[in-house]
């Protein structure tokens, strides 16, 4: 596999906290990555520091080979990084298929492409993630559960190589959550986009989701490797865990 991302030694604080204490990790193409940790351990400030909503104080992004360190959130996008939010906010009055449209329009072929292509895209993506039928639904009426596969099939129709989905199945029934990770696995196998996840608490879904785990405590990567080995680690287990596996 080809390396997509890299981040190399990356230090932020924020006043006297060192959110991030040099963090070096890399993602493959077409890789499922999750990132786990206790709150507080720095997952949300690395996401932010990936994406470009933070700029790091020490450290670089590397992307496709490119160090993209310096560049601003929407030229990351247009470079193919894509981001879902914990709360989803569609655009309410519009439909679940003109939401979807609009991911299209801005995202890496932003410019390349007009509104009847992006509906095209729109219809088949929500045909992938399984929501077809509910896409003349004004997406303000559309459940929970919904909300976050729009979502999700939002951030998909930016046509991203890197997808990071933050805290996607917080809250979620297992049902739901096992739906997510079905859409978002077909979607790899669909598109061989790499997708990096954060997921606070929900173990069960880390196992079935991830091939590959990073767990961050204080700011540093601690362990690293498959799901069924660094969730037996006996440090994972301490710091994290509180030996609840
Ligand atoms: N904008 C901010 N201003 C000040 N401190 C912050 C900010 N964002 C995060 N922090 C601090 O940085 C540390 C890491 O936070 P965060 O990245 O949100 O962790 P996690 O997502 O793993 O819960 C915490 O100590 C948190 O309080
Ligand atoms: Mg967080």
């Known amino acids: 596999m080809a390396e997509l991302l890299r981040v190399e030694g990356v230090v932020k604080r924020f006043g006297g906290i060192t959110a991030l204490d040099g963090v070096s990790l890399s993602i493959e193409q077409g890789e499922l990555m999750a990132i786990i940790g206790p709150n507080g351990s720095g997952k949300t400030t690395l996401f932010n520091v990936i994406n470009g909503v933070l700029k790091p104080d020490a450290g670089k992004i590397v ?14 996008v247009a470079l193919g990084i894509a981001r879902t939010f914990q709360i989803p906010k569609p655009w309410p009055n519009l439909t679940v298929r003109e939401n979807v449209a609009i991911g299209a329009l801005f995202g890496s072929m932003q410019g390349r492409i007009g509104a009847r292509e992006a509906l095209e895209i729109a219809d088949e993506i929500l045909e992938i993630v399984g929501l077809s039928g509910k896409a003349e639904v004004e997406a303000g009426k559309l459940t929970v559960p919904e909300k976050k596969v729009l979502e999700l099939a939002r951030a ?21 959550a096992d ?18 996840s954060l997921v606070e608490h929900v173990m069960r879904v880390v196992t079935k989701f991830a091939e590959r785990v990073v767990v961050m405590h204080q700011g540093r990567v601690i362990r690293e490797g498959p799901p069924e080995e660094v969730l037996r ?7 994290y865990l509180g030996g609840a596996l």
């Open 233 to 239: 680690d006996p440090l994972v287990q301490r710091v």
């Open 63 to 76: 992307f496709e080979g490119r160090d993209i360190t310096g560049l601003p959130p929407y030229k990351r």
């Open 156 to 176: 998909i129709a930016m046509r991203p190589k890197l997808l990071m989905l933050d805290e996607v199945v917080a809250g979620m029934s297992p049902k739901d």
């Open 179 to 196: 739906r997510i990770v079905d859409v978002v696995k077909k979607i790899r196998d669909e598109y061989n986009i790499s997708v990096v």
